[in-house]
Each structure stands twice: as C-alpha cells, then as structure tokens.
T-cell receptor, first 113, second 117 residues
Framework: AQSVTQPDIHITVSEGASLELRCNYS??????LFWYVQSPGQGLQLLLK??????LVQGIKGFEAEFKRSQSSFNLRKPSVHWSDAAEYFC???????????FGAGTTVTVRA | NAGVTQTPKFRVLKTGQSMTLLCAQD?????MYWYRQDPGMGLRLIHY???????AKGEVPDGYNVSRLKKQNFLLGLESAAPSQTSVYFC????????????????FGSGTRLTVV
C-alpha cells in the first residue's frame, strides 16, 4: 500500500521569504500526487496536482511543486510568502487501480511579519 | 453549483448518543468518501463508496457505518458516540477520468466539526 510522509510538522517563515515543504511517498510505481491547503476553520483547497509529464507543476497562489522520481519526493515551493499563506498544507497520493487519496499528516506554516 | 454539501456543520453529542452526518453532491460523481481529520494525523479514510448501493471500509472504519442508497448522498452514522470520535469529518466525491483514475475531480465538502462529551 502507498504511504505519504511529511517530515516537517511545523515551519515558521518570514513574510517575503521563500518556502519549501517536503513530501515523500512510498509506492512501487509513479503515483498521482497532490498538494492541498487548509486555512484555519476551512475546508481543503487543491493547490496543484501531478499526473504525468513535466515534473515541475505550477499551481494556484504562486505555488509550484517538483516531482523527483529518484527521491520519491514531491516538494512544494513558493518564492515569496505572504501572511495569507499561513495555513496547514497536506500532501496526498493516489495510485493506479485504487479509488482513494491517502494523505500525509500535514505541515503547519506560520508566517511572521 | 453547490458541489459537496455537508450537514450539519457543527454538533455536540453526549457519549452513547447516535447521529448521522449527511453528504450530498450535485456533480453526478460516482465515488464518495468520508475522512476524519485529527491533529497531527492528517486525513484518514473511514469508508468510501464506488457507486450507488456500494460501500467499503477505509483505514479507520470501527464505530462508523455508512449507506449510499442514492448516488448523490453518502451518509455516515455513529451508532454509539465515543469521545475518541471527536474530530472534523470531511466528505469528498470524485469521478473516473480515464488515465487519471478517480483523482482528477476530487472535491471536498467544508467539513463537520463533531465534539463528543
């Protein structure tokens, strides 16, 4: 079965600084990969997804993620964070011949002024 | 388009009480899911359905039952609530899109915050 690991529970970043959130997966083949964001008290919003093709994926709100097969990773990046990026971020994976997404434990991002 | 609607949004139960959470989608999606979200644990799948009249167990099914009598609705039941079921519950729906499987149109509801005292 597939699994997803987000090694960082909490990250604090200054406004205007760059952000990188790590995501590693365990699966024998290439999975489908996703990043979601959840603002406090809100539901989940899809930031970006990877199915195939170009390994650098652009998403909403200025986020991008890069799929690295050799490292089984799908890290999320943003060049310059805004205070509104303070939220919890979830990496998720889906696999062929299955029906459901599996989620990592999440990374909470705090943005300081 | 409402998308995925969850009812109720908040609820407080006493231990041993029962309740049903309703998830309704208006996108004609085939697949529906119930997840629970707990701090430090992400979202864990409780039950899911791949079509009307079908249900299947996820990672954490104990203490929950589900039904999918109509394609647009997926009900999650707690027969005898326990404090360990205090959580935020999310429903999601999706459809099969060829090579992208059921993941392309995965849509979440806004959640139900349940407290069991």
């Amino acid at each position: 079965a597939q699994s997803v690991t987000q090694p960082d529970i909490h990250i604090t970043v200054s406004e205007g600084a760059s952000l990188e959130l790590r995501c590693n997966y365990s699966y024998g083949a290439t999975p489908y990969l996703f990043w979601y964001v959840q603002s406090p008290g809100q539901g989940l919003q899809l930031l970006l997804k990877y199915f195939s093709g170009d390994t650098l994926v652009q998403g909403i709100k200025g986020f991008e993620a890069e799929f690295k097969r050799s490292q089984s990773s799908f890290n999320l990046r943003k060049p310059s964070v805004h205070w509104s990026d303070a939220a919890e971020y979830f990496c998720a994976v889906g696999v062929t011949n299955d029906y459901k997404l599996s989620f990592g434990a999440g990374t909470t991002v705090t943005v300081r002024a | 388009n409402a998308g995925v609607t969850q009812t109720p949004k908040f609820r407080v139960l006493k231990t041993g009480q029962s309740m049903t959470l309703l998830c309704a989608q208006d996108m004609n999606h085939e697949y529906m899911y119930w997840y629970r979200q707990d701090p430090g644990m992400g979202l864990r799948l409780i039950h899911y359905s791949v079509g009307e009249g079908t249900t299947a167990k996820g990672e954490v099914p104990d203490g929950y039952n589900v039904s999918r009598l109509k394609k647009q609705n997926f009900l999650l039941g707690l027969e005898s609530a326990a404090p360990s079921q205090t959580s935020v519950y999310f429903c999601a729906s999706s459809y099969f899109s060829g090579q992208r499987g059921p993941y392309y149109g995965y849509t979440f509801g806004s959640g139900t915050r349940l407290t069991v005292v």
